[in-house]
């Protein structure tokens, strides 16, 4: 059974100027089966974390084992999916995908035959012959996916996948993802939106300026919300003094003025009433109530 150990680890980015420390003594584990999602603004390490597990980095202190071995270098267990593309674009789409196979010394006819199966798993059998550049956003990451499951690793990470994409293809690539974490395999994704989380992971890890300010599943952190969301209908004077106090998750204007979201421990003085929170809510709450990180955001 395979499983990542994430064990007291930091990673310092020194240069002439200045020091920098991205990840601070961080620890956490993931076993087969189960799916991450890595969740934090922008700059927090999210990213790094990835790299260190991918073997595409060293730690500066602190240790990383997959199945109990230290990782030193980039491993064909893991399958990588960046946000920086690794297609080749002088190959087609089923050249691009057979590659890893060809790296392998894989005959020809065999690894179109199995390329040719996972283009079928990630719904881009129609493009077989489509040269990378003729391919959507979307679609280029679903192909980064069959790239990296053709080498069946028994780890997948996913940095920031749904970046920059349409609706319809953050939807389909999420489900995607969450087709290939009912089989036998540990998936590490990282993201800042909380929606790619929600319909998906089965535990999460909320980072923050470098360190792991909370794991658990996604259940967990909505439970700490309960009884913190409110609706609140106000007038055009108290929106001002709301949007000042609290954290608003939703503004809609209507008839009587405004009805507005908002996370807080109470709202005395205002017309409103407890609403059941969801990840966002749960996330907001987090972040302001325990980290005071909301206006930072």
């Known amino acids: 059974m395979s499983k990542i150990a994430v064990n007291n680890v930091s990673k310092i980015f020194e240069s002439k100027e200045s020091t920098f420390k991205s990840i601070d003594s961080i620890s956490f584990k993931v076993n087969e089966g189960e799916f991450l999602c890595i969740l934090g603004p922008s700059g927090c390490g999210k990213s790094t974390i990835l790299r260190l597990i991918a073997g595409l980095d060293k730690t500066s202190s602190g240790q990383i084992l997959m199945d109990n071995e230290v990782i030193i270098g980039p491993d064909c267990k893991c399958g990588m999916v960046f946000q920086e593309y690794s297609l080749f674009p002088w190959r087609s789409v089923i050249e691009n995908v057979a590659f890893p196979l060809e790296m392998k010394g894989v005959a020809e006819e065999e690894r179109y035959e199995i390329a040719e199966d996972y283009l079928q798993i990630v719904g881009l059998q129609n493009f077989r012959d489509s040269m990378p550049h003729e391919l959507s956003g979307g679609m280029k990451r679903r192909l980064g996916i069959a790239q990296a499951l053709i080498n069946e690793p028994k780890i997948i990470i996913v940095d920031e996948p749904t970046t920059g994409l349409d609706p319809e293809e953050r ?77 608003v998750i939703s503004n809609v204007p209507n008839s009587e003025g405004w009805e507005i979201q908002v996370v807080a421990d109470s709202i005395n003085g205002y017309n409103g009433q407890n609403i059941a929170p969801n990840l966002e809510h749960a996330y907001v709450y987090f972040m302001e109530s325990n980290l005071n990180q909301w206006t930072a955001i």
């Not at 590490?188 to 890890?205: E, Q, R």
């Open 171 to 247: 939807i389909r690539f999420r489900n995607l993802l969450s087709t290939i974490s009912t089989q036998d395999v540990i998936i590490i994704l990282s993201t800042h939106i909380v929606g790619d989380i929600s319909s998906s992971c089965t535990d999460m890890a909320l980072l923050n300026q470098g360190g792991l300010a909370f794991t658990g599943s996604p259940d967990g952190l909505v439970a700490r919300a309960e009884g913190k969301v409110w609706l609140i209908q106000a007038t055009e004077a108290e929106y001002l003094e709301i949007n000042e106090k609290y954290p």
